[in-house]
């Protein structure tokens, strides 16, 4: 008990102090003496009709009433100073009052300090975790290269065996020849798209024809596959031509023999005589004049060959061999061997275009493993000098297959393996920007599972306390048609998914020894955040490196698919950063959140209304009425006076607090169930406090774009070259979204959107030194450089700058003020009108302060001393005489002048009321007595004192309007 006493009275002290210093201050000092006077009047009621007919001309006192007195008394005197005669009591009240902003500072300050405290240790855990995710990332980043650059050693010793093995000793030195050929191709492509690799494979085709046409007796060589294989269908899933019934010739070579018309066969016989006669001659000439320089002998020309593509399959010229016709099948494929016929046309089932032609046949088959994915066929039944394919040509062409085989394979294997370097870069990259929703990160990972596995169905789902599984984003035939994105629980992809939860391990079903279902969990504070899941399409399987790199992936994915607390903390931070003062997309998220976690059927966000009342601020079903009676939700009272998430049985109710103000919450979240347990309580309190975070975010930035509205159109007037300027938020990564625009731009500046070609603009920043920016202001660079400004002037960018450390303080005041959403309230509405004049005060405060500090008291003596002082110094003080509100008669000569200017004239200007109008003759007097001015004359032969009177002096004009 005594420690709550204890609290209790700490927390009455801090709920007072503000009051205390807002009374000594500002209303002791003006009320305290007026209050003396009244006491003194009616403790003399006996002689007031004298003492008042003497001093006010004969008003009765019978008629007296001291609280019109008090009233009117502070009415006629709330410009001037009444505490002049009583210096002793007015020094003791600043005393006070400053011992108490003291102690609200120190109050302050540790308050500060806690939360310093608070979000240094919440960084440093963050820090850790995400230290302990990259140092296993970089782990396994390196135990992968590892095993990647031992597979490629095995696979070149690997290969370089198998074609030593499969061309014998005869073929060795080719083989090895064509081996190296395509191992250049192949390392020069860097294999980042399926066109590259497409590409590849087919010159890998053509190269491999045109080597088997020039360097054996075939006229024909082609490459036979039922489909263009690809990574998708994973070894051992590649097309398998024994489950095929038909071949599809994909590429060719063909070679030409020299042709010879058989009508002049003669003639050519003739012409070739004479040309050995002649050349018999010469060679004796040669040898007659003892010349005995060698002959030059010409050797035959070369056969034309050439290599194509051949239509593919849909094409209805396509050359197609089918199982029945023919014995390749028989033979080849299903026997897995060469085959080789000497003379085709002898050899029953052997057709040419269902036709008998004379020549020979060689066949090989193309294996991935055991398996047949292809056939290497060879003829020469367009040969013209009749030559012949023999059985010892057979491990020529096998030593061609196995190479083929091999690179391809690895083609297709690099293609995956750049795939997946580039997805993991994107994975990881999403990870760490700031502004990745749970949404966002479970798109990217279904469209990486959708380029390696494209006929799969997978889908990202989160799931919740009651096994319900939330589908974030999903693709394939498995997950059409789920109802409002939650996984129907009679499924088997939701047993598997909810066993992987439950295991917090890899859960996998197979068939034949085959993976057909996968789910992988993703963990964050050794929770199951969010499950992984991938079903093949019927009669394939999920290949492991897919299996791999979603297991390798989970650590990363796991920094946004985060636990339901941290998750909603992010999101509802990420939807604020990205709002400039519309809470109603932070609000539809928050309800989102809160309903899957609490089960609820019905989630509504509410502000105080009064002492009985509650204003609906969001509803995600509209209702006649906007205000509910507080008395109707008895969870509603028992959260407003513990501010803890409270249940009465049909409702949750989680309050909404400030941070800087924790006394009572500003609004409530409803939650309407029937039974909820401790673990969604205590989540649903994270939730409220996250929205409390995002939403006073969100007020905020709404609250400085209103008041921004007088900064930017001072500073267009202040600067008339520029045709526009705008206010924009940093978003969680930095990027400009424009909250308020004033005036034009050449290029689009569109509210609510992120601030486009950010290069042509100027940027001030709106921020304290050391400190992060709340926001920006915008001009047109172009227009900027053409302001031209004198010497003592300040410059355009100067001018900015000023106007950024205003906007500053004005942020300052508005976090400071207590968070008031119910925009019915008549308190809150005159509040909103004071926006616009916050940016007014506070330059106000600012120049006056700064204007003290730098003149001093002695300048002011020395004005004061001053029987003919300079005439523009004059000019400055008269034009200040003016704004206090003096006479004319007594600021016009100089004489009587000077007698205003006293120590307390510091004092007067600090208690001009800027918000309220000045009396706009005195203001036009003042504007005349320095329209003839320039900064330049003023700093030359006035000096800088006066030169900043005068500035401060343009300022209350051009906040009064009197330009």
């Known amino acids: 008990m005594a420690a709550m006493a204890e609290e209790l009275k700490k927390r009455v002290e801090e709920e007072s102090i503000d009051d205390r210093e807002f009374l000594a201050e500002k209303v002791y000092p003006r009320l305290m003496p007026v209050l003396i006077e009244l006491c003194q009047r009616v403790e003399h009621k006996e002689n007031f009709d004298s003492l008042q007919a003497e001093k006010e001309g004969g008003e009765r006192g019978a008629g007296f009433n001291p609280i019109r007195w008090l009233a009117e008394h502070l009415m006629r005197n709330r410009r001037s100073s009444i505490m002049a005669d009583n210096q002793e009591y007015m020094e003791s009240l600043q005393r006070d009052a400053e011992k108490i902003r003291e102690k609200r500072e120190r109050l302050e300050a540790v308050a500060r300090e806690k939360r310093a405290l608070e979000e240094e ?254 056939i290497i066929s060879a003829d020469t039944l367009d040969s013209l000098i009749e030559a012949e394919l023999k059985d010892f040509e057979i491990p020529q062409f096998m030593s061609a297959a196995f190479i083929l085989s091999a690179f391809m394979e690895r083609s297709e294997l690099l293609y995956r393996n750049q795939i997946l370097k580039r997805r993991k870069e994107s994975l990881t990259v999403m990870s760490k920007r700031a502004n990745t929703l749970p949404d966002d990160m479970a798109q990217e990972i279904v469209s990486s599972i959708q380029e390696m596995l494209p006929a799969c169905s997978c889908c990202v789902g989160v799931c919740n306390l009651t096994s319900q599984i939330l589908v974030l ?109 519309d809470p109603k997309n932070l609000f539809q998220h928050a309800a989102a959140i809160c309903r899957w976690h609490s089960s609820s059927s019905s989630i509504k966000i509410v502000a105080k209304h009064g002492p009985d009342s509650l204003r609906i601020l969001f509803e995600e079903e509209e209702t006649d009425s906007n205000v509910i009676e507080r008395s109707s939700i008895p969870a509603c009272e028992e959260a407003t006076r513990s501010r803890a998430v409270s249940f009465d049985g049909t409702s949750v109710v989680v309050p909404l607090m400030h941070k800087e103000d924790d006394r009572t919450p500003y609004g409530l979240i409803l939650a309407k169930t029937s039974s909820v347990s401790e673990e969604q309580m205590s989540i649903l309190e994270a939730i409220g406090s996250a929205l409390s975070d995002a939403f006073e975010v969100v007020e905020f930035r709404r609250k400085m774009s209103i008041a921004s509205v007088t900064a930017l159109e001072a500073l267009l007037k202040k600067l008339p070259k520029l045709r526009g300027a705008c206010l924009s938020f940093p978003d969680s990564c930095g990027f400009n979204i424009v909250a308020r625009v004033l005036g034009s731009f050449s290029h689009p500046v569109v509210v609510g959107e992120r601030l486009q070609n950010f290069k042509a603009f100027q940027k001030v920043a709106v921020a304290r030194e050391g400190c992060a920016a709340v926001g920006n202001i915008l001009v047109a660079g172009e227009e900027l450089e053409q302001t031209q400004v004198n010497f003592h002037e300040e410059t355009p960018l100067v001018t900015l700058s000023s106007f950024a450390d205003i906007l500053c303080t004005v942020a300052e005041r508005i976090r400071w003020e207590k968070m008031r959403v119910d925009r019915t309230d008549a308190e809150l509405r ?88 000045l009396t706009v003759h005195k203001l036009k007097l003042a504007r005349e007595r320095i329209s003839a001015l320039s900064a330049a004359d003023i700093a030359m032969e006035a000096g800088p004192h006066a030169l900043q009177l005068w500035k401060w002096v343009l300022m209350i004009l051009e906040i009064q309007g009197v330009e």
Not at 356 to 363: N, V
Not at 517 to 545: C, M, N, R, Y
Not at 563 to 570: F, G, L, N
């Open 830 to 917: 005159e509040g909103e009108e004071m926006l616009l004049q916050h940016f007014n005060v506070c330059r106000f405060d600012m120049q006056t302060e700064r204007a003290i500090q730098d003149i001093g008291m002695i300048y002011i003596d020395n004005i004061r001393e001053s029987l003919h002082p300079n005439e523009l110094g004059a000019c400055i003080f008269q034009a200040i005489m003016y704004i206090l509100g003096h006479q004319q008669r007594d600021v016009s000569q100089w004489k009587r002048c000077r007698k205003l200017i006293t120590h307390h004239l510091f004092k007067e200007m600090k208690m001009i009321d800027i918000r309220a109008p």
């Open 121 to 374: 240790e919440s960084r440093k855990q963050e820090d850790e975790r995400n230290m302990a995710a990259e140092n296993e990332r970089r782990e396994l980043e390196a135990k992968l290269k590892s095993q990647a650059e031992k597979e490629e050693e095995e696979w070149n010793k690997s290969v370089l065996s198998g074609v030593k093995s499969a061309a014998g000793v005869k073929y060795q030195d080719e083989a090895l020849s064509l081996s190296e050929s395509i191992h250049q191709l192949v390392s020069s492509t860097s294999f980042n798209s399926m066109e590259e690799l497409r590409h590849t494979q087919e010159t890998m085709l053509k190269e491999i024809c045109a080597f088997l046409v020039k360097r054996t007796n075939a006229s024909f060589v082609a490459v036979l596959s039922q489909l263009v294989r690809s990574f998708h269908d994973a070894v051992p899933q590649v097309a398998r031509l024994e489950d095929s019934d038909t071949l599809h010739y994909k590429v060719a070579a063909d070679k030409k023999d020299v042709i010879v018309d058989h009508d002049g066969a003669a003639v050519l016989l003739l012409v070739v005589v004479v040309m050995v006669v002649v050349m018999m001659m010469m060679m004796m000439d040669v040898k007659e004049d003892g010349n005995e320089e060698n002959v030059e002998h010409k050797e035959a020309p070369q056969p034309e060959i050439t290599v194509r593509n051949l239509p593919p399959m849909d094409d209805d010229m396509a050359y197609v061999l089918r199982r029945g016709n023919g014995i390749t099948f028989e033979r080849v494929v299903d026997l897995n061997k060469g085959l080789c016929v000497t003379d085709v046309k002898f050899v029953e089932g052997m057709f040419f275009f269902d036709q008998k032609r004379q020549g020979t046949y060689l066949a090989v088959p193309i294996r991935s493993g055991k398996k047949v994915v292809g």
């Open 473 to 581: 984003s999903s693709s394939g035939p498995s997950w059409q048609g789920t109802c409002n994105g939650v996984v129907d629980e009679t499924k088997e992809e939701h047993g598997l998914m909810m066993k992987a939860v439950a295991s917090k391990l890899l859960e996998v079903k197979t068939r034949e020894e085959s993976v057909e279902e996968v789910a992988i969990p993703i963990l964050d504070e050794q929770k199951v955040t969010a499950v992984v899941h991938v079903k093949s399409a019927p009669g394939s399987s999920i290949p492991q490196f897919l299996i791999d790199f979603q297991t390798s992936m989970s650590s990363v994915v796991a920094s946004v698919l985060l636990s339901p607390a941290r998750s909603a903390k992010r999101v509802l931070s990420i939807i604020a950063a990205a709002a400039v003062g």
